[in-house]
């Protein structure tokens, strides 16, 4: 089954510091959850302006320990996945957020048994497929989960042209 997801993180050159994560299985569930392990004098400006204000999802922050997050986005991904080979994840622009997963499990040997060692990125689908315009987003960008969602969007769209529809 296949995953999209996207995180927020900080980012200094030296570390990447989960603030918060989106995932939306192929079947329309969806997962989101925001680190309270993250140091908020450690975010720089544009994580101050354009991520901060937008962690909240229907009203709500949902504040959780980076262990809480890690066991739930494996729980997430095995109970819309199984165990029945590795799940298929797709983000946008995601080699930063695909460390930022690892990083919950410690080491990238350590992901769960059924998470993939990398991820499928849809901006290198669009570029494979000469660069088209994306659909417009809808809802806010920088909120892990509207960013998610919009990557199962956008990569709906390839899918359909790469078929040529």
């Not at 975010?43 to 809480?68: F, R, T």
């Not at 797709?90 to 080491?107: E, N």
């Not at 960008?141 to 956008?154: I, P, Q, S, Y």
Request: charged content about 20%; overall charge negative.
């Amino acid at each position: 089954m296949r995953f999209w997801y996207d995180t927020e993180f900080i980012d200094n050159g030296h570390y990447i510091d989960l603030i918060s994560i989106g995932m939306v299985a192929e079947n329309g569930a969806e997962y989101y959850a925001v680190s309270n392990n993250f140091s908020l004098s450690n975010c720089n400006n544009w994580v101050v302006e354009n991520v901060l204000p937008h962690l909240a999802h229907e009203g709500v922050i949902p504040w959780k320990q980076a262990a809480v997050i890690a066991l739930e986005l494996k729980e997430f991904v095995t109970k819309h996945h199984g165990n029945d080979g590795r799940a298929e994840f797709w983000g946008y622009y995601s080699a930063y957020d695909h460390v930022a997963i690892a990083q919950l499990f410690g080491p990238m040997v350590n992901l769960p048994e059924n998470f993939p060692m990398f991820t499928m990125d849809v901006k290198q689908l669009c570029m494979s497929l000469g660069d088209p315009r994306l659909p417009k987003q809808e809802g806010t960008e920088h909120n892990a989960l509207e960013d998610a969602r919009w990557n199962k969007v956008a990569w709906e769209f390839l899918r359909d042209i790469e078929a040529g529809k």
